[in-house]
Nanobody, 112 residues
């Protein structure tokens, strides 16, 4: 069974940056897409970005295009989300998902 653990969240000022990581254990992430989702208070969970397993193709929600960059390191069994030019509306709990497995989430708060 695959287990996913997110890290890297925190409090940052508008315009700042954070790098989230999603560490897999118990199974290899190599062949699976990795997706990042977020959930703001009172809102539904939404997809932010994903990266393919075989070809590494990427997808970004319009709201984060040009600011966020998704990547993966198969040697370390991890996925990463570099978030730049953060805005208050990026605040929420960020989750990674691979296959049918979810991480527990990491809080990102963008506030001055």
């Amino acid at each position: 069974q695959l287990q996913l653990v997110e890290s890297g969240g925190g409090l940052v000022q508008p315009g700042g940056s954070l790098r989230l990581s999603c560490a897999g254990s118990g199974n290899s992430l190599d062949y699976y897409a990795i997706g990042w989702f977020r959930q703001a208070p009172g809102k539904e969970r939404e997809g932010v970005s994903c990266i393919g397993g075989s070809d590494g193709s990427t997808f970004y929600a319009d709201s984060v295009k040009g600011r966020f960059t998704i990547s993966r390191d198969n040697a370390k069994n991890t996925g990463n989300l570099q978030m730049n030019s953060l805005k208050p509306e990026d605040t929420g709990v960020y989750y990674c998902k691979s296959y049918v497995y979810w991480g527990q989430g990491t809080q990102v708060t963008v506030s001055s």
